[in-house]
């Protein structure tokens, strides 16, 4: 089925054009209850959709657009265990890593619910030992830092997690990360750490993944160096993996006790709920990973049970349809008040980019639709001294997610309310603007003439009309943090089957890494003529200036006169 060709789609096109000639001011005033009508409490939070350019008649199409492409069927399949990872041939389980699934399922013969909790609590026994001073480095000092070497989900949702539970933190065990290639930031980690008492988890699906095992090897050596010991005994030491191949694991030389396993039907984006999460048990306790697992599940209830008219995921899914497919908004800015959350919009960004940044149909067809927006952002309050002049009076339109929460997560007097009460206002004011009229009334209140205010207006009229969701948290919680995360990953997953694609795919990423492998020994040597004229010439200067390096490092130093 084209869901193009359907009169709902249809419709909702006709009704975007429409939309773009309504100011936000006027459907609040035309129904005095919308703040109410517009929005959801959960437990958790409240999520307020209410600064959206829509109205009752389209939000009903969009619910009927979603029963229309069978977000209902496709949800039942998900918590199945069917394999809507089609182009895969994988089931999509990653609920199962937080209990969120109504019943046991069963992959390649073994009982998904058994697996789960087996690994769990492994993880939580090895989380014991190292917060009892249990573990132990190669002369018998105990771990006291913890290196996560990974990249992509093998660090991002771990250590988006870990900031945003820094109020949480238990034991004193440092937990750091390393995630690019590019040896300077490894540098930069291990120059403050002792090699001692130094444990790295290497966190990888496949265990082949180049950045990651690149930076494996030279942990290994830093250790080596800096204790004289074969690469064995520290690597049977001072060495835990997370992966879904453990063999290759065990064959570079981590024990098994020591293997973390997480499962083919994970995607990385969605895997910090596995062991993956082994840092956030490390940094939190692992009751707080729990509590983080137990409040995901809640959400997948509520995902799973919830009418879609009421359904969190699915509102913030047909929002986000509506801006980028039939409004033609090509981008959304998250801006979390929460300096806890500041690394919550670069893990949305791969979360959702890497899932919808598809052009291709379920059945092979070319998209003639935009499937996601260009996800971005950053903390609010920083945001307001940098874009958020690009949110008010560019001509183009952003919708954004203002996320808060209600309790601060400090004791400091003043600071809350004052950041707060910015995120309010910067919704507020991206929803009503401010008109010629009263910028007129402003400036005469000022005191200037009439060729002043004439003169100075255009430059400080606001349109308004900007649309934005506001999610206000009760508090920032291990609980909390869950559900906000699974309500997120279940919009990605009902965009992307409104929008007939596979959001859980991801072959583009595939692509820069074969290329990779292929130009990777050119840089020293060989032949060229098969590469396009920019990437030979970058690769010839790259050798250029490589060989006059070399050159000049080996001429012996002239006296000085």
């Known amino acids: 089925m084209n869901i193009t060709q359907s009169s709902i789609w249809q419709a909702l096109q006709s009704q975007a054009q429409a939309m773009k000639q309504r100011q936000l001011r006027e459907l609040f005033a035309e129904d005095p209850q919308r703040a109410a009508h517009f929005s959801l409490e959960l437990p958790h ?47 999509v389980l990653h609920p199962a890593l937080r209990g969120g699934m109504p019943d046991d399922v069963a992959f390649e013969n073994t009982s998904v619910k058994d697996a789960v909790a087996g690994e769990l609590q492994r993880l939580k026994e090895f989380v014991v030992l190292l917060h009892n001073g249990d573990l132990v480095g190669y002369s018998g000092k105990r771990i006291t830092d913890v290196v996560n070497l990974g990249v992509g989900g093998s660090h991002l949702g771990p250590q988006m997690a870990i900031e945003a539970l820094r109020a949480h933190r238990k034991g004193d065990v440092a937990v750091h990360f390393v995630s690019n290639v590019d040896g300077a930031q490894l540098k930069d980690v291990l120059v403050g750490l002792d090699a001692e008492s130094t444990m790295f988890v290497v966190s990888s699906k496949t265990f082949t993944t180049s950045e990651t095992m690149t930076n494996a090897r030279s942990a290994l050596a830093w250790l080596q160096d800096a204790s004289g010991l074969d690469a064995a005994q520290l690597l049977s030491q001072q060495f835990v993996a997370v992966t879904a191949s453990p063999d290759r694991a065990e064959r570079f030389g981590v024990l098994p006790e020591r293997v973390f396993r997480f499962w083919d039907w994970v995607g990385g984006r969605f895997s910090l709920w596995s062991a993956i999460g082994l840092p956030i048990a490390i940094a939190c306790g692992f009751e707080n990973f729990r509590a983080l697992l137990d409040g995901a599940a809640g959400m997948d209830l509520h995902f799973r049970e919830a009418e879609l008219e009421s359904n969190a995921p699915v509102i913030m899914a ?36 890497e899932s919808n940044g598809k052009s291709t149909t379920r ?3 070319q998209v003639d639709y935009a499937t996601g927006p260009l996800i971005w952002g950053q903390t609010g309050i920083n945001g307001q001294h940098a874009f958020y002049q690009y949110l ?7 919708p954004a997610d203002f996320i808060g929460s209600v309790a601060p997560g400090h004791d400091l007097k003043g600071h809350h309310e004052i950041l707060m009460a910015n995120m309010l206002a910067q919704s507020q004011a991206l929803m009503n603007g401010v008109s010629a009229e009263e910028v007129g009334r402003e400036l005469a209140a000022k005191g200037l003439g009439g060729a002043e205010i004439k003169r100075l207006t255009p430059f400080k009229v606001h349109r308004g009309g900007k649309p934005s969701t506001t999610i206000l948290l009760k508090e920032l919680s291990p609980r909390s943090l869950g559900a906000l995360i699974a309500l997120y990953e279940h919009k990605i997953f009902v965009q992307g089957v409104i929008l007939q694609i596979f959001s859980f795919d991801q072959w583009g990423v ?35 200036v490589t060989a006059g390096e070399a050159k000049a490092g080996s001429e012996p130093a002239k006296a000085e006169a």
């Open 45 to 91: 939070f409240l999520l307020d959709f209410s600064k959206n350019q829509l109205d009752r008649d389209i939000l009903s199409n969009l619910v009927q657009l979603a029963r229309e492409t069978d977000v209902e069927g496709w949800r039942a399949d998900m918590f199945a265990g069917a394999p809507i990872n089609a182009t895969e041939g994988r089931p």
């Open 318 to 353: 047909l929002l986000s349809t509506w801006y980028c497919t039939f409004m033609g908004y090509p981008a959304h800015a998250v801006l979390p008040y929460e300096q806890a959350l500041h690394m919550l919009p670069a893990y949305l960004q791969q979360a959702d980019m």
């Open 363 to 365: 059945d092979g067809r």
């Open 392 to 398: 008010h009076q560019s001509p183009e339109v952003v």
């Open 510 to 544: 595939e692509l820069g890494k074969g290329l990779a492998a292929g130009l990777e020994p050119k840089l020293a040597s060989g032949d060229l003529r098969s590469e396009d004229g920019s990437t030979a010439q970058l690769i010839e200067f790259y050798r250029r």
